[in-house]
């Protein structure tokens, strides 16, 4: 079994960052144990879930042991040395999981994906303000329709409910429908907070079960002042329209998630395209696989060492929707949760990618390593 490198490389981190209990010999036990009874698979899966603990103990520790864990692959400095210049991604996350399988088998259209982007920064620049100021760019191919309201995440940790601007719809001429869902400061209280409990997924009998925080929120999504929810609102849109792209970032992006399903299963429109940054998992991999299915237009775009992308984690029974885009900021940004995951970090790696030089990193972000 080709595991020994990857047990040193999540005994390496418990080390370097302090986190207690663990040990070569106990790990080595359990993945052998794993192996024997559910195959090289099951052992790989122990690895994947290593890494979802060591990043939970990185966030809490503001720090991230990405680039440490990543020079015990090769040498000390040659590696994290290859990132500084803008060399590729480590698969290390990866390690034998569905992060690794399932790759976007169709390339992302890139200027789409920045265009949206830009729509979810627009989502972004009026805070919480009611009512919000959505200014789309006069460049853009849309003009805005509406506005979506809902829970904000952290109230639905506890405490009374705060209903906030979520994002907008937008129509372009061609009678082409976009949803814009922002992401929100409550995912960082969601991680520290939340207990990551799955409820039966209530859009569709069969469909797998669902974070509770997240399906709680869809559900509170309305549009405008009719109160109307989101599905319902665009499935009575008049006339069709020709198609509807669901975009969101972070918690927008779970959103978007539960959305598209919903649209593709209960709607006219069952073909959404979707196209999310930073998304957490949604739900347990039955809900995974139905999604597939219903909603293959999906992309996933993800910074490897973005923390919120691997929570809740498979420990805990969730998986991801397919279509992955991996980004690596990795020696491009500073390797802190708040930088590793914003959108703005996301969209100056995209235009990286696509040969461009028109977007930029947040203040603060700068800088490659802390």
Not at 147 to 170: H, Q, R, S
Not at 184 to 199: H, K, N, P, S, Y
Not at 210 to 232: I, K, M, P, R, W
Not at 297 to 310: E, H, Q, S
């Amino acid at each position: 079994m080709r595991l020994g490198r990857e047990v040193r490389v999540v005994e390496f981190y418990r080390q370097s960052v302090g986190i207690p209990g663990g040990g070569a010999v106990r790990n080595a036990q359990r993945l052998r144990g794993a192996a024997r009874t559910g195959g090289i698979a099951a052992a790989r899966r122990c690895v994947r879930e290593g890494f979802h603990e060591l990043f939970f103990w990185s966030f809490h520790r503001k720090i991230s042991g990405i680039v440490s864990a990543s020079q015990s692959l090769t040498d000390p400095h040659s590696l994290s040395e290859h990132f500084r210049r803008g060399g590729h991604e480590s698969n290390f996350l990866a390690i034998g999981g569905r992060e690794s399988e399932f790759l976007a088998i169709m390339p992302l259209n890139i200027p789409k994906a920045l265009q949206l982007g830009q729509l979810i920064n627009v989502a972004y620049t009026s805070g919480t303000a009611i009512p919000p100021n959505y200014a789309i760019p006069a460049g853009s191919d849309y003009k805005l329709m509406d506005v979506i309201n809902g829970n904000d995440l952290a109230t639905e940790i506890g405490g009374a409910k705060l209903n906030v601007p979520f994002g907008f719809i937008a129509k372009n001429v061609e009678n082409d429908l976009v949803v814009v869902i922002r992401g929100t400061l409550g995912i960082w209280e969601w991680i520290q907070d939340a207990r990551f409990l799955r409820v039966p997924c209530p859009l569709a009998p069969g469909a797998g079960e669902t974070e509770d925080g997240f399906t709680s929120v869809y559900q509170s999504l309305t549009v405008g002042a009719t109160a109307s929810s989101l599905f319902a609102y665009l499935k009575s849109v008049n006339p069709l329209a020709n198609s509807i792209t669901i975009t969101g970032h972070s918690l927008g992006s779970a959103l978007a998630t539960l959305l598209a399903y919903d649209l593709a299963v209960n709607s006219v429109y069952t073909n959404p395209s979707v196209v999310t940054f930073a998304s957490p998992q949604v739900g347990d991999l039955q809900f995974v696989d139905t999604y597939n299915n219903e909603v293959p237009d999906t992309y996933r775009i993800a910074n490897v060492p973005d923390i919120v992308p691997g929570l809740p984690g498979p420990l805990l029974g969730y998986d991801h929707i397919d279509q992955l885009v991996r980004v690596n900021s990795i020696g491009k940004a500073k390797a802190v949760p708040t930088c590793t995951h914003s959108l703005d970090t996301y969209l100056y790696l995209l235009d990286l990618m696509h040969g461009g030089n028109t977007f930029q990193l947040s203040d603060g972000c700068q800088g490659w390593l802390f």
